[in-house]
């Protein structure tokens, strides 16, 4: 499950509501790909805009319309309880792992991490993935904090949005049975070069062909050829990005994401529509 490609679809709305249909829609053709498994739920998929009830009923939705792609379900929130109904709702639906960043409005302290991760692994039942994104949640994981966090029971891997200098050494301290996984789409073909096992993919989760080239071959050119699209991705945010991608393909209503989040407008949407023109992405 941990390995691979993992793709993160969008979570379509329609008059701010879960649209069930076009969600559907966007997974089926992810698992006729044949990823390696569903990320539902992450940022791409705007959790921290939906509520617990919502949540669940996506997290249902997805298990449902999966087949045998293993599902991991984020479970980030604000508060514990929260957290711990979300991973309860996940498993419940057959959801095979979770994912967590530690989401707080007052920055963490590293103690108040761990002691927050310590908390939700010993209540889970499927493993878990820490997701290290500081540029969303304003915390940044230590190398230390990495290692000790890791090393609790269920964790299965490490989302990291960078790859670490001296990656044998962070291999070597982390337990054999976690998994390494890169975020940032135009960091995955070296990151996986470098030997990261997963890559937590936004495009995958709209161009799952096109990611599974990249993840399969490993290849800098298969990359490369999309650095436009990385580009966009780097000045406006993935998840503005993509969401625009999907609306003018038809794959989503627009506006697809909850207010006041939007999808890029104007002459960025312009360039959009011209790189997937020219790339022939579909």
């Given at each position: 499950?941990?390995?691979?490609?993992?793709?993160?679809?969008?979570?379509?709305?329609?008059?701010?509501?879960?649209?069930?249909?076009?969600?559907?829609?966007?997974?089926?053709?992810?698992?006729?790909?044949?990823?390696?498994?569903?990320?539902?739920?992450?940022?791409?998929?705007?959790?921290?805009?939906?509520?617990?009830?919502?949540?669940?009923?996506?997290?249902?939705?997805?298990?449902?319309?999966?087949?045998?792609?293993?599902?991991?379900?984020?479970?980030?929130?604000?508060?514990?309880?929260?957290?711990?109904?979300?991973?309860?709702?996940?498993?419940?639906?057959?959801?095979?792992?979770?994912?967590?960043?530690?989401?707080?409005?007052?920055?963490?302290?590293?103690?108040?991490?761990?002691?927050?991760?310590?908390?939700?692994?010993?209540?889970?039942?499927?493993?878990?993935?820490?997701?290290?994104?500081?540029?969303?949640?304003?915390?940044?994981?230590?190398?230390?904090?990495?290692?000790?966090?890791?090393?609790?029971?269920?964790?299965?891997?490490?989302?990291?949005?960078?790859?670490?200098?001296?990656?044998?050494?962070?291999?070597?301290?982390?337990?054999?049975?976690?998994?390494?996984?890169?975020?940032?789409?135009?960091?995955?073909?070296?990151?996986?070069?470098?030997?990261?096992?997963?890559?937590?993919?936004?495009?995958?989760?709209?161009?799952?062909?096109?990611?599974?080239?990249?993840?399969?071959?490993?290849?800098?050119?298969?990359?490369?050829?999309?650095?436009?699209?990385?580009?966009?991705f780097r000045r406006y945010g993935s998840l503005r990005v993509v969401a625009a991608a999907a609306e003018m393909l038809g794959k989503a209503k627009t506006p697809a994401l909850p207010f006041p989040l939007q999808a890029i407008q104007g002459e960025p949407r312009e360039a959009l529509a011209a790189i997937l023109a020219e790339l022939k992405l579909a």
């Open positions: 499950m941990f390995h691979g490609l993992s793709t993160f679809p969008l979570t379509p709305l329609k008059n701010g509501m879960f649209d069930e249909q076009s969600f559907i829609n966007l997974l089926r053709p992810v698992v006729d790909a044949g990823v390696d498994s569903l990320g539902i739920l992450g940022s791409t998929g705007s959790y921290a805009y939906l509520t617990v009830e919502e949540r669940g009923r996506i997290t249902r939705c997805a298990v449902e319309h999966a087949d045998d792609v293993p599902v991991i379900v984020s479970i980030g929130a604000l508060r514990l309880d929260d957290i711990l109904r979300l991973a309860d709702d996940a498993q419940a639906a057959g959801a095979s792992g979770v994912l967590m960043a530690p989401v707080s409005y007052q920055r963490l302290t590293e103690d108040e991490a761990f002691n927050l991760y310590e908390a939700v692994t010993r209540q889970l039942s499927v493993p878990l993935c820490i997701y290290d994104n500081p540029a969303t949640t304003g915390f940044a994981f230590s190398d230390e904090l990495l290692f000790a966090t890791a090393a609790l029971p269920n964790v299965g891997s490490i989302k990291l949005g960078r790859v670490p200098e001296e990656l044998s050494q962070v291999r070597a301290r982390l337990p054999d049975t976690v998994t390494l996984g890169i975020a940032g789409d135009w960091r995955a073909a070296s990151a996986l070069q470098a030997g990261f096992d997963v890559w937590y993919s936004v495009i995958g989760g709209l161009f799952p062909q096109t990611a599974l080239a990249i993840a399969r071959s490993k290849e800098a050119a298969q990359s490369e050829r999309l650095e436009p699209l990385w580009e966009l």
